[in-house]
């Protein structure tokens, strides 16, 4: 699994750059998931949602105990599946 971790991304072409690197180190069975320390713009989501990366917010998840549990639980269910 690779992760990504930005406080904000300014710009779509992080999300190209990741992809790129994953699939250049690790190949097209390797895992990607981005982390931001605030939500995603709209339009990098969708190019994360394009790209079959999943993303989260630190914002979003921090203090909230059901969400964090959501979060492990889609984790888990991620890695059992075998890439697109």
């Known amino acids: 699994m690779f992760v990504e971790c930005k406080t904000p991304v300014f710009d ?24 931001t320390d605030v939500p995603m713009k709209l339009a990098v989501a969708k190019k994360c949602d394009q790209a079959g990366i999943l993303y989260f917010s630190m914002m979003t998840l921090e203090g909230d105990e059901e969400k964090q549990k959501n979060f492990f639980k889609l984790l888990d269910q991620e890695m059992q599946e075998i890439n697109k």
């Not at 994953?22 to 990607?32: D, L, Q």
């Open 12 to 35: 779509a072409t992080d999300v190209d750059k990741f992809n790129n690197a994953v699939k250049s180190y690790g190949g097209v069975v390797s895992k990607r998931i981005f982390f």
